[in-house]
């Protein structure tokens, strides 16, 4: 089989942030998928607008949903398992027939990103490829100024869609804390980190290494709408000589 399915990170935002084997990746497609929300034109290809070929063939892979089901609504997961099983199958019979197919990808593809679901439907059936890059969690907390963990400290990445119960256990537990997936789950991260006694060291990025990054500690940020990008941090406060 000559084709292959190339899955791509394109880091945190920044281009110059971007890995010399992605830019080559991407300048030299000739197809290219992504994903995104309809009606919309997806972050990963405004990101790498203005790279590609004038003639390159394009494959716009759309959400079902995103934000109107529940996560715990069964049917989130049957819109997507059938979206994702669908792409999957569009993808495998184009690299079948011989094709490249390159995927950029927000951050880095095995972090939390929607390739990963395509990943496991194709990797037994098709050739495909992973380019790792920067995070965006990497890049937030370089946008602070301070390093997140010393000496032994513990780095815990945890999911604000958790309940609040297990966000409080969780950052009790941790030295350095990320949270991600912020959004409309803010109030509950504040009262998490209340009771857990570390929201006085709390900072939000939000759209880290982007043209609109903003950084400021979570205590100056009551009644902010913060973006989907967004970031909060506890850094650690390790051992050190």
């Not at 992973?130 to 815990?156: E, F, K, Q």
Request: with cysteine; charged share 25%.
């Amino acid at each position: 089989m000559t084709g292959r399915v190339v899955g791509v990170g394109l880091g945190p935002g920044d281009p110059d942030l971007m890995s010399v084997r992605a830019d080559r990746l991407i300048r030299g497609a000739t197809t290219v998928a992504y994903f995104r929300k309809k009606g919309r034109p997806g972050r990963a290809r405004t990101a790498v607008d203005g790279m590609l070929h004038a003639d390159v063939t394009e494959i716009a892979m759309e959400y079902p949903v995103t934000t109107e089901i529940p996560l715990d609504d069964p049917a989130y997961n049957d819109a997507l398992g059938s979206f994702y099983e669908d792409a999957a199958e569009t993808l495998r019979s184009r690299v079948a027939a011989g094709e490249e197919i390159i995927i950029p990808c927000e951050g880095d593809p095995f972090f939390y990103g929607s390739f990963m679901h395509l990943y496991t439907r194709l990797k037994d059936r098709v050739p495909v490829e992973v380019v790792p890059a920067i995070t965006g969690m990497s890049a937030a907390w370089t946008a602070t100024g301070m390093p997140i963990t010393w000496g032994d400290d513990t780095l815990s990445v945890v999911m604000a869609t958790l309940p609040e119960n297990v966000l409080e256990a969780r950052f009790r537990d941790a030295d350095a804390l990320v949270v991600m997936k912020i959004g409309r789950n803010m109030e509950k991260v504040r009262r998490a980190l209340k009771a857990a006694q570390k929201y006085n060291r709390a900072w939000l990025v939000e759209c880290a290494s982007m043209a609109e990054e903003c950084v400021m500690t979570l205590r100056n940020a009551e009644g902010r709408e913060v973006p989907y990008f967004s970031i909060v941090l506890v850094h650690g406060q390790g051992r050190r000589p």
